[in-house]
């Protein structure tokens, strides 16, 4: 499934020397509602993710106690913000969720199957319009739900220290930098954020 994109990103040095050290990707779109998705990754802004993962933990068990399924958008319109801030949520966030319930239970986002109808670009500009949700909240839809294959989140401190790791910079690259040398990954920058993130995690090293 990825191998034109590997042997488009192995004609960067730097790229290839990841992909060696990291081995094959494992990246496939999860196709969850889109509510869910979208959920979640709210929860998960600017969090590491072992945080955002026990505060989602807790925050699925709010609805259901074995926490093994996400709340419907109903059941979150009819929780209070306090509640949802006993999860682990800031009210920023509690209350953003509860508008994307909102707009979900009213038909304004898009369905998984709508989602497919759009560009990504299209998809930018309808869910930005959600309180609370900003590029890069789409941009982890479009990579980790969707499975779009040229997404570059820039601005994500992963993607940049995964970038300063691979090229051996001094300093953490700034956004602009790395969407501008990220370009001759096209049309496949998702598997290279993907292998970018690998290699801030160090995992590029095993």
């Known amino acids: 499934m990825h191998r034109p994109a590997l042997k488009h990103l192995r004609g960067d040095p730097v790229m290839k020397r990841i992909i060696t050290r990291a081995g094959s990707p494992d990246l496939a779109p999860r196709r969850q509602p889109t509510f869910q998705s979208i959920a979640q990754a709210i929860v998960y802004q600017q969090l590491s993710g072992r945080v955002a993962e026990v505060i ?66 299209q998809l930018v500009e309808v869910f930005t319009a959600i309180k609370g949700v900003g590029p890069w909240t789409v941009q982890m839809l479009l990579i980790f739900n969707l499975g779009r294959p040229d ?16 090229h051996g910079l001094r300093q953490m690259p700034s956004p602009e930098r790395v ?26 090293e095993k």
């Open 151 to 166: 997404i570059m989140p820039s601005n994500d401190l992963g993607i940049r220290r995964g970038f300063q790791v691979a």
């Open 179 to 204: 969407e501008r040398d990220g370009k001759k990954w096209a049309p496949f920058r998702t598997l290279a954020a993907w292998y970018l993130w690998r290699a801030a995690d160090g995992d590029d």
């Open 56 to 121: 989602l933990g807790r925050f699925k068990k709010l609805f259901n106690k074995k926490g093994d399924r996400f709340p419907a958008p109903r059941q979150v319109l009819a929780a209070s913000v306090k509640k949802l801030r006993t999860a682990g949520l800031s009210e920023a966030k509690a209350n953003a969720i509860r508008d994307l319930a909102r707009r979900t239970r009213d038909g304004l986002v898009p369905t998984l199957a709508q989602c497919d109808e759009l560009t990504d670009a």
